[in-house]
């Protein structure tokens, strides 16, 4: 069974840089492969997509509003999903969850919340003058 752990996560000021990483307790390869995806829940509004890897590890996808903001990355090294959001701002705040999936062929991956195999617990970012 896989487990997802988030981390990194705090309090920053608007403008500020934060790297959150989403650490897996085995391989991704090892269920098949999965897909990873990162999260977010802001204040008083649905859970949405921000950016996923394809179980490949080939293909990245974006939500259109975190494009040029947010990177994501994986390591599979070390089990290690990151998602880099530079120029933070108010309207990032919330709770960022990763998330595996294999409900999609290798090559990519989706931004919808359903169909997950599995959850972390997610890490608290909020952005704050």
């Known amino acids: 069974q896989l487990q997802l752990a988030e981390s990194g996560g705090g309090l920053v000021q608007p403008g500020e840089s934060l790297i959150l990483s989403c650490a897996a307790s085995r391989s991704t390869f090892d269920l098949g492969p999965v897909a990873i995806g990162w999260f977010r829940q802001a204040p008083g509004k649905e859970r949405e997509g921000l950016a996923c890897v394809s179980g490949s590890g080939a293909n990245t996808k974006y939500a259109d509003s975190v494009k040029g903001r947010f990177t994501m990355s994986m390591d599979y090294g070390k089990n290690l999903a990151t998602l880099r959001i530079n120029n933070l701002r108010p309207e990032d705040t919330g709770v960022y969850f990763c998330?595996?999936?294999?409900?999609?062929?290798?090559?990519?991956?989706?931004?919808?919340?359903?169909?997950?195999?599995?959850w972390g617990k997610g890490t608290l970012i909020i952005v704050s003058s």
């Open positions: 998330a595996a999936d294999r409900s999609t062929a290798q090559s990519t991956c989706s931004l919808s919340t359903q169909l997950k195999i599995t």
